[in-house]
C-alpha cells in the first residue's frame, strides 16, 4: 500500500516542481491593427517575430533558445508582441491569417528572411531589426536588440 501511494504522489509532486521552473509563455498577438493599437496606447513598442513555424530549422531552433527562455520572459512585458508565421502546412493557419500574415510579410519584411525580429514604434515606425539564426544558443544578439528598445 505504501508502494502504491508513493506511485501515486511522486508523478504530482514532480510536475509541481517541474511549473515551478517553468518559464511563463507570453502573450503573442496576430492581429497588426491590434498590436499597433495596444502598443501605442501602453506606450510600448512591438516586437514582431516573423516564422517559418514548420519548415524552417533557425525559427524552431531560435523558439526553444530565446522564446522560451527567462531572459526573453524577464523582457517580453516590456512589448506587445506579434507573431507572423508562414508555415508550409496551410492547415496550420485559418485562409484569413495565412493571408494577413502574407501581406504583412510582403510589407513589413520584403526580403522574406526568417526567423526574423522587428521592432516597431506604437506609429509603426521601424526602430531595429534582427535576421537570422546560426542555431548555436547564442541568443545575445537578439537580446541586446530588445534590450536596447525596451
Not at 84 to 90: C, H, T
Request: with cysteine.
Amino acid at each position: 500500500m505504501k508502494h502504491l501511494l508513493l506511485l501515486l504522489i511522486l508523478p504530482i509532486t514532480m510536475i509541481a516542481q517541474a511549473e515551478k521552473y517553468a518559464v511563463k509563455s507570453s502573450e503573442w498577438l496576430t492581429d497588426y491593427d491590434k498590436a499597433i493599437a495596444k502598443a501605442d496606447s501602453s506606450n510600448k513598442n512591438v516586437l514582431i517575430y516573423f516564422t517559418g513555424s514548420d519548415w524552417c530549422p533557425p525559427c524552431k531552433s531560435l523558439k526553444t533558445d530565446l522564446f522560451d527562455s527567462a531572459e526573453f520572459a524577464a523582457l517580453s512585458n516590456q512589448y506587445v508582441l506579434l507573431y507572423i508565421d508562414i508555415p508550409m502546412n496551410r492547415d496550420l493557419l485559418s485562409t484569413e491569417q495565412l493571408s494577413h500574415n502574407k501581406e504583412l510579410s510582403s510589407r513589413l519584411n520584403k526580403k522574406g528572411s526568417v526567423p526574423l525580429i522587428k521592432i516597431l514604434s506604437g506609429e509603426g515606425k521601424e526602430l531595429g531589426k534582427y535576421a537570422g539564426y546560426s542555431m548555436n544558443g547564442d541568443t545575445r544578439y537578439h537580446l541586446e536588440l530588445l534590450e536596447k528598445f525596451k
